[in-house]
C-alpha cells in the first residue's frame, strides 16, 4: 500500500469509530432512559418519599401515647352519623387529623370511642386500611394516621391480638414509603431497570470518557499551536 492509500484509509477508519462510537452512545441513553422510567413507575408505587407532617401531628401523637385516665366529652361525628364522645387528647388528635382528611378523621373518632382494648386496636388498623385511600394524593394523610394509630395503641397492653394489629399497621406504612423498615410483599425492582440500566451506564460512562479524552486532545493541540505561534 502507498503513502498516500494510507494517509486515506486513515480519515475513512476515524469516520467508522466515530460512527461506532455515536451508536453506542445513542443506545445507551436510550437503554437508560427506560431503565430509567421503569425504576420512577415502580417507584412511585412502593417506595414513595414520606411527606411533610404539620406540626400538630408530633404533639398529637405525645399525648396518645399515654393513657388518659378521664372519661370522653367532647362530642365527634362517626361516618355513620353518630356522635361519640372523646377525651382531650383524641380530641386534638382528630382536630389535626381533619385539616388533611375529615372522612379519616371520622373513622378514627369510631375507632377511638371503642374502649375494650382489643376491639380499640382492631378499630384503629380498621380506619387505616379501610379508609386512607392507596394512591399518592393520600400520602400525608396516610402518614399522619400511622404516626397517631401507632401512638394510640402503645398506650394498649400488649396482647397477641394488638400486637397482630400493630403489625398490620405497621405493615401498610412500610409499604407504602421509601422507610427503613422492610415490606415483606413489596416485589422487587423490575430486571429490565438492571438488565438495561446497568450496561447502558457503562456505555454513557465509556462515550463520557472519549469526549473528555478528545478535550482534552483538543486543548493540548490549542497549546501547542499557540507556543509555535510564538516562536515563529
Given amino acids: 500500500m502507498s503513502a498516500t492509500d494510507s494517509s486515506s484509509a486513515e480519515p475513512a477508519r476515524g469516520r467508522r469509530a466515530r460512527i461506532v462510537i455515536a451508536a453506542i ?88 370511642a371503642e374502649l375494650e382494648p382489643t376491639a380499640r386496636a382492631r378499630a384503629i388498623a380498621a380506619a387505616i386500611k379501610d379508609h386512607v385511600p392507596r394512591d399518592a394524593s393520600a400520602d400525608r394523610e396516610a402518614l399522619a394516621a400511622w404516626m397517631l394509630a401507632s401512638a394510640a395503641m402503645r398506650a394498649l397492653p400488649e396482647t397477641p391480638e394488638i400486637t397482630a394489629a400493630r403489625e398490620e399497621i405497621d405493615q401498610l406504612n412500610a409499604c407504602r414509603f421509601a422507610m427503613r423498615s422492610t415490606c415483606p410483599t413489596r416485589p422487587p425492582i423490575p430486571i429490565v431497570v438492571w438488565a438495561a440500566g446497568v450496561p447502558s451506564s457503562l456505555g454513557l460512562l465509556f462515550g463520557a470518557g472519549l469526549g473528555v479524552r478528545a478535550l482534552v486532545r483538543a486543548l493540548a493541540r490549542r497549546v501547542r499551536e499557540r507556543r509555535r505561534r510564538k516562536a515563529a
Fill in 25 to 112: 452512545l445513542v443506545i445507551s441513553a436510550l437503554g437508560f432512559a427506560a431503565a430509567l422510567v421503569s425504576y420512577l413507575q415502580y417507584a412511585s408505587v412502593w417506595l414513595r418519599p414520606p411527606p411533610r407532617l404539620p406540626p400538630c401531628v408530633v404533639s398529637a401523637r405525645r399525648m396518645l401515647s399515654r393513657e388518659e385516665p378521664v372519661t370522653g366529652s367532647i362530642p365527634h361525628l362517626t361516618p355513620d352519623g353518630s356522635t361519640v364522645y372523646l377525651r382531650p387528647s383524641e380530641d386534638r388528635a382528630l382536630s389535626c387529623l381533619g385539616r388533611m382528611s375529615s372522612k379519616v378523621a371520622s373513622s378514627f373518632a369510631a375507632a377511638f
